[in-house]
C-alpha cells in the first residue's frame, strides 16, 4: 500500500542485490498476503498493529542471526588476550584493559613473541635473534629499550612489572 510501489516489488528488488535481513510491517493480515511475502524473499512478517518491544526482540533476532551467518566460513581473527591485554596478530592491534595502544612494528612482534610464550624465560640474544632475524653480535641494547617501551605502554607500574619480567643475569618472559 506505499504510493507507487508495493511492500512485496521492493522486497523483491532488495533480496535480488542483497542478502540481508527484511521484516515486512503490514496491514494486510491474510494468510495469502504473509506467504507471498515471505515466499518473496523477507525473512519475518508482522501485521500492525503490532508491539514496539516485539519488533525491536524481532530485528535483534534477525540481526544476531544475520551476523553469524555472514561470519561463518571467514577466518576468525588470531588472538591473545592474557590478563586485560588483547592482543590481534590479524589485525596488528593491542588493547590494555579495553583501551587501544599504538605500537611500532618490532614492538608489536616483541611483546607478540613472549606472549605466545608465556613462563618461558628467553635471553637478550634469543630476543634480538627471534624478532630482528639476525644474530645481536653484542648490540642487544635495543632489545632492553624495546621492552622499556612496551612496558611504558602496557604496565600500570613500570617499576614493578606485572607482565614483562626482568631475569636478572638472564633476560625476559611474559608472566601469566
Known amino acids: 500500500m506505499l504510493p507507487g510501489v508495493d511492500g512485496f516489488e521492493i522486497c ?14 503490514s496491514a494486510k493480515k491474510d494468510d495469502i498476503d504473509k506467504i507471498h511475502g515471505l515466499g518473496l524473499g523477507a525473512d ?3 501485521t500492525k498493529p503490532f508491539s514496539p ?12 542471526r544475520y551476523e553469524r551467518l555472514i561470519s561463518i566460513g571467514k577466518p576468525q581473527n588470531d588472538i591473545i588476550e592474557i590478563r586485560g591485554i588483547k592482543i ?11 583501551e587501544e595502544k599504538a ?14 610464550n608465556p613462563n618461558h624465560v ?11 632475524n639476525m644474530e645481536s653480535i653484542g648490540d642487544i641494547a635495543t632489545v632492553t629499550v624495546h621492552i622499556k617501551k612496551i612496558r611504558e605502554k602496557i604496565e600500570y607500574n613500570t617499576s614493578k ?5 626482568t631475569i636478572w643475569g638472564v633476560g625476559y618472559r611474559f608472566k601469566v
Open 12 to 25: 523483491r528488488r532488495i533480496r535480488e542485490v542483497k542478502n540481508i535481513p527484511i521484516i515486512i510491517v
Open 44 to 46: 519475518d512478517y508482522m
Open 53 to 64: 518491544s516485539e519488533m525491536v526482540a524481532r530485528v535483534k533476532a534477525h540481526m544476531a
Open 88 to 98: 590481534d596478530k590479524t589485525a596488528r592491534r593491542v588493547w590494555v584493559n579495553g
Open 103 to 116: 605500537f611500532t612494528n618490532k614492538e608489536f612482534d616483541l611483546l607478540t613473541f613472549l606472549a605466545e
Open 122 to 132: 628467553f635471553t637478550k640474544e634469543e630476543i634480538f635473534k627471534e624478532i630482528w
Open 161 to 165: 612489572p606485572q607482565y614483562i619480567e
